[in-house]
């Protein structure tokens, strides 16, 4: 079954966006329309906004700009991730500036994507982070891995993990699917190597991410990778 098969106009995703160019608000609200398996609820003009209408309306996605005024989008990031953390936080942005990229994905955001993205991988990406995957633009996922290569991410990801630590923490299936995300494996992928359900390897996604004290799928591949899972 397809993501648009299992998810319909009778039970879309609850988006709420967030930028403060209301032209490029108004033609992403337009887009999302014809997707039946998203429901556009809400827009915000900048951060604070966004806080606010995550505190009184149930959302399950957030598609927020970068650089706003009043509050900016890695901020804001900060504030609904840790307020809901079942709540997905993806960040639209321009460019792939360190600063905000780096921040946003520490802050917990689950995606960071370039606008100049078509519209059909958008929904691509879109779905996957329903899933429990992780989307990023194919420049901000090469960025990330240059850094963590250069081994200078340490501030925002912490040390390198060490295989003492992964044996008291993890189990043997455990560490299979922290190097099958570090490969950069879909849910589906993953079941399939394993022979289990996508539902079952995202279950198995969340006890990891209580284990090892990460917030989303983009930190768990960070995690894995400067392990040396993905070798």
């Known amino acids: 079954m397809t993501i ?8 879309p995703v609850r988006v709420l966006l967030v930028d403060d160019q209301v032209l490029y608000r108004e033609g992403l609200r337009e887009l999302i329309r014809r ?3 998203f429901s556009v609820i809400g827009e915000a003009s900048n951060g604070k906004e966004a806080v606010g209408f995550c505190r009184t309306h149930s959302l399950d996605l957030v598609l927020m700009d970068v650089q706003m005024p009043v509050m900016d989008g890695v901020e804001a990031a900060g504030v609904i991730c840790k307020e809901n953390p079942e709540l997905s936080v993806v ?3 321009v460019a792939a500036d360190d600063e905000y990229l780096f921040g946003a994905l520490y802050n917990g955001a689950q995606g960071y994507i370039l606008k100049d993205m078509p519209s059909r991988q958008l929904r691509n990406r879109l779905q996957g982070v329903v899933r429990g995957e992780a ?4 420049a901000v996922t090469a960025r990330v891995l240059e850094e963590l290569t250069s081994g200078s991410t340490g501030s925002l990801y912490g040390a390198k993990p060490n295989e003492a630590n992964l044996c008291e923490k993890l189990t043997e299936r455990d560490i299979r699917i922290l190097r099958l995300v570090a490969q950069g494996l879909s849910n589906e992928e993953i079941g399939a190597q394993l022979y289990l359900s996508a539902g079952t390897v995202k279950k198995h996604l969340s ?25």
């Open 91 to 93: 960040m639209l942005t």
């Open 207 to 231: 006890l990891i991410m209580q284990k090892l004290y990460l917030s989303n799928r983009v930190q768990v591949a960070v995690y894995a990778i400067k392990a040396g899972l993905a070798e």
């Open 135 to 138: 989307a990023l633009s194919g």
């Open 35 to 37: 997707w039946p398996e």
């Open 4 to 11: 648009e098969e299992s998810l319909s106009a009778e039970n």
